[in-house]
């Protein structure tokens, strides 16, 4: 993996790493590569597509709605809030 | 050199459902700050979400309306970024298996048909709502939007012009309130677009550079952000006049200009993966039947069966089939009086232009079919005059409850056949207006309208026109 895509991906992921985890890093990515390589070399076209390793489905709900919880309630742990609001730093796009 | 614009739209729609897509909070617009939140949409740490089967209901029948295939096991995956509007830092949404792919719509321009390829269908919940201008140095967050079910329709990049595009949201929106499972409103924001354009000489297969215009909210600004990026990436190419790039713009419908807003995300920094909270939905033989015997007739079928089967004019059957709840209204009203004619009639004549005088859209008709066919039966049996009818039917506007029959009763306005009663108030109306007897006997046929008028006011309406009519002449003659 070069520089320019790690530096990517710390930015993503929001994340600040020192020089030696950069290298721990990229010699790990550098690993999953080659195995990703061998993965790859499979012909998988027809092979249908595992969505789940167990042979699990979702349960669905009714559509019925309900509000068990108050604002006061939801709002009990929030460090800043204002009439009803969860309050943020200032963020203008 | 002569370009072509090639145009793919991304189409988000809030679903009509009545809790949101992971959590049981109302969905509804319209409460205070949070008032719909729980700690699942709000993203508290540990909270787990839970499929609502109505909008798998409705992502199948969209996808169903749009002719895709539907995928009989779809899958949620998590779409990541930052921002404050969305409290768990990722977008559940579909990517792997998105629950319809492979669609058409078919549009009509002044071109003629065009068939526009859909690309796929998927499911996906809406994020918050952020203020800036409460306080000067923080953004105020609503979670009340978070998690409502969204359908998001991404077209193939099918569209050359404004007018394209004007003619497939329009039938977008007519499709999705045909089948009822969204509203589709770009004022209230239930329907929002993304707008991906890029310009190429005609002929040429290759595509240029592409930008994309975000969340667009009018079919009026689409048109016109159409033609102004049309016109900036033309003048690009020939003139060189700037360096188009990939990217998100954003239209200001103010100025008429887009402005850049960031380059433009690639899938990959997304990092979408597979939601591990989120098991398969398999949609079975049942389910996927239920549904498929759930649509609704197409407005194309609705209108074959009023001109062929009903009788209707082209006109009337056109007009009827703007709207769902027009044709709803119409055919139930048609049951009950049995009269397909008179039962467009009143719907075009009558019910659309109090519509429009009260700046209501079609959809928003109110009016319940079957006593509106009881108010036309008792027009057609003579025992409501057609004025005095038009009369109970706005008040049915204002009260969906009202019983025509006994309004008409308890306001007076049944007819009468009282020939000596009619006598007696054509004879007082006659010696209150001598000038206009004077004139009418003068040749002046017109003047008789005076006369006529103050009669059926002294009779309230409950007269049949022709039976006043015959004996005001007879009476004026026999003088
Ligand atoms: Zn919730």
């Not at chain 2, 409501?384 to 409850?401: P, Q, T």
Request: proline content about 4%.
């Amino acid at each position: 993996m070069d520089r320019e895509t790690l530096r990517r991906l710390e930015l993503l992921n929001q994340l600040k790493l020192t020089e030696e985890q950069k290298e721990e890093i990229t010699a790990f990515f550098d690993c999953r590569e080659k195995d990703l390589a061998v993965l790859n070399a499979i012909d998988t076209s027809q092979t249908e597509r595992q969505v789940h390793v167990m042979p699990i489905m979702t349960v669905v709900r009714e559509d019925i709605a309900s509000q068990p919880f108050t604002v006061e309630e939801l709002q009990k742990g929030a460090p800043d809030t204002d009439q009803g609001y969860w309050c943020v730093p200032r963020v203008v796009e | 050199m002569n370009y072509e614009t090639v145009i793919g739209l991304e189409v988000h729609v809030e679903l009509a459902t009545k809790s949101k897509i992971f959590c049981s909070c109302n969905a509804k617009y319209g409460a205070g700050p949070n008032e719909h939140v729980c700690p699942a949409c709000c993203g508290m740490p540990g909270m787990l979400p839970v499929v609502n089967k109505r909008v798998v209901d409705y992502g199948m029948k969209a996808g169903m309306m749009l002719n895709c295939h539907i995928n009989r096991t779809t899958t949620f995956d998590k779409k990541s970024y930052y921002y404050p509007d969305l409290p768990c830092a990722y977008q559940t949404t579909q990517w792997f298996a998105p629950v319809a792919v492979n669609g058409t719509v078919e549009i009509e321009t002044s071109k003629g048909k065009k068939n526009i390829r859909i690309k796929q269908i998927h499911m996906e919940e809406d994020a918050g709502k952020l203020v800036h201008d409460i306080a000067e140095d923080t953004t105020h967050v609503d979670f009340n939007r978070t998690s409502v079910p969204l359908i998001e329709i991404v077209s193939q990049p099918d569209l050359s012009s404004a007018e394209e595009v004007e003619a497939y949201l329009e039938r977008l929106k007519m499709l999705l309130r045909y089948a009822k499972v969204a509203e589709c409103a770009m004022e209230h924001g239930t329907m929002r677009c993304d707008v991906n354009l890029s310009v190429r000489p005609e002929g040429s297969d290759q595509l240029g550079v592409r930008t994309e215009m975000k969340n667009m909210n009018s079919i009026e600004a689409i048109k016109h952000a159409i033609e102004y990026e049309t016109a900036r990436h033309i003048d690009a190419i020939e003139n060189g006049t700037e360096v188009l790039v990939q990217e998100t713009r954003r239209w200001d419908d103010i100025k008429g200009k887009s402005f850049a807003m960031r380059n433009k995300e690639t899938a990959g920094d997304y990092r979408y993966f597979p939601d591990p909270n989120l098991m398969p939905v398999v949609i079975d033989d049942a389910w996927y039947d239920s549904i498929q015997a759930s649509l609704p007739e197409l407005p194309e079928e609705k209108y074959a069966r009023y001109t062929e089967q009903l009788g209707l004019s082209e006109y009337d059957a056109a007009q009827l089939v703007k709207s769902i709840a027009l044709c709803e209204c119409f055919e139930a009203a048609h049951a009950v009086c049995g009269s397909a004619k008179d039962a467009a009639n009143w719907m075009i004549s009558e019910i659309m232009s109090i519509l429009n005088q009260r700046k209501m859209t079609y959809d928003m008709l109110n009016i319940n079919g079957t006593s509106l066919g009881e108010l036309i039966k008792l027009v057609m049996d003579g025992t409501v005059g057609r004025a005095n009818g038009k009369k109970i039917l706005n008040a049915m506007f204002e009260d969906a409850s009202i019983v025509p029959a006994e309004y008409a009763e308890k306001n007076g306005y049944i007819m009468s056949n009282d020939t000596g009663l009619i006598e007696q108030v054509v004879k007082a109306a006659i010696e209150a207006e001598p000038k206009a007897v004077a004139d009418y006997k003068g040749g002046k046929e017109k003047a008789i309208m005076s006369i006529f008028g103050r009669c059926m006011k002294e009779l309230k309406g409950n007269c049949d026109p022709q039976t006043l009519r015959t004996i005001l002449i007879d009476t004026i003659n026999k003088m």
